[in-house]
């Protein structure tokens, strides 16, 4: 698979609520994107490792597994969250399998780039 791909498993809290997720499983694209080996990714919870997945992108996820309902997402993820310096875009299809979810995502900031540059050109 080109993409990246992950399998991704529900932490909880003594109450039930989802807290993180485990990462069970990364493929070749997925350590690429991520500048990370498969072995320091499964078995890390993915906020630790990869932060800028919280708040919005967290609940997102949260909602796949709670409600079953499939995630298809352009996210824009900042390197600098206060002064909205954009890092990348992302376009995320995520899916429920078990207590967590699949997920596959692209880099699309080179798409995004372009049709804004274009946007302003006119």
Known sequence: MLDCFGIFTSIRSSSGGIVDFSIEYVNAAACAYNCMS???QIGSSLLEL???HGDELFDDY???VETGEPLLKEALVYADIEQQHLS???DIRATKL???FVAA???ITDRKL???QNAISY
Do not use: F, I, K, M
Request: hydrophobic share 40%; proline share 5%; net charge neutral.
């Open 50 to 52: 990869l932060p800028l």
């Open 114 to 116: 372009a049709r804004s």
């Open 105 to 107: 995502w692209r880099d």
């Open 88 to 90: 990348r875009a992302l």
């Open 98 to 100: 078990g207590d967590g």
């Open 38 to 40: 498969a072995e320091t």
């Open 62 to 64: 949260c909602q796949v």
